[in-house]
T-cell receptor
């Protein structure tokens, strides 16, 4: 079974600084997809970024970027220029073509003014 | 506006009652999903449907039932057989089964 591990239950960062959230996964598949979702206090799950395993280039979306290390099975999320609105739970998730989406337990990020 | 709607936002149930949570999408997505979220936990898959009139059990299907009579709708019934139904329920959809999933705003179910 695929597993996703987020080793940091909580993190905090000062506004305008950079923070990196960690995620590791376990799979024997070669083709898969990785995601970061954000869940703010409203509890709506919002897609932050998606990475296909066959792509060597790390995905970026504005202030959000990933460091995808396939050999190490690591998929960290970097948030640059942190804003108060980035305060949320962040979930790492993993999916293959045949297996459904599997989520980590989440990292609670607080951005302090 | 395209999106996924869930209703109601809050739902209270007495023990022994069945309740149905609504999920509707106008994204023309083929696949739809139901997840349960408990405090301190990630999401766990209850049921999913890749096409109309077909659905499969997820990891925690016991005590739940679904139907998929229309492409846009995927209601979830929480039956009295579900031992601990108090949780936050999220519905999602994707264009195809292996595509990115997009989520609705969720329903908070509380058993009194």
């Amino acid at each position: 079974a695929q597993t996703v591990t987020q080793s940091q239950p909580e993190m905090s960062v000062q506004e305008a600084e950079t923070v990196t959230l960690s995620c590791t996964y376990d799979t024997s598949e070669n083709n898969y997809y990785l995601f970061w979702y954000k869940q703010p206090p409203s509890r709506q799950m919002i897609l932050v970024i998606r990475q296909e395993a066959y792509k060597q280039q790390n995905a970026t979306e504005n202030r959000f970027s990933v460091n995808f290390q396939k050999a190490a099975k690591s998929f960290s999320l970097k948030i640059s220029d942190s804003q108060l609105g980035d305060t949320a739970m962040y979930f790492c998730a993993f999916m293959t073509d045949t297996e459904k989406l599997v989520f980590g337990k989440g990292t609670k990020l607080t951005v302090n003014p | 506006d395209g999106g996924i709607t869930q209703s109601p936002k809050y739902l209270f149930r007495k023990e022994g009652q069945n309740v149905t949570l609504s999920c509707e999408q106008n994204l023309n997505h083929d696949a739809m999903y139901w997840y349960r979220q408990d405090p301190g936990q990630g999401l766990r898959l209850i049921y999913y449907s890749q096409i109309v009139n077909d659905f499969q059990k997820g990891d925690i299907a016991e005590g739940y039932s679904v139907s998929r009579e229309k492409k846009e709708s995927f209601p979830l019934t929480v039956t009295s057989a579900q031992k601990n139904p108090t949780a936050f329920y999220l519905c999602a959809s994707s264009r195809l089964a292996s595509d990115t999933q997009y989520f609705g705003p969720g329903t908070r179910l509380t058993v009194l």
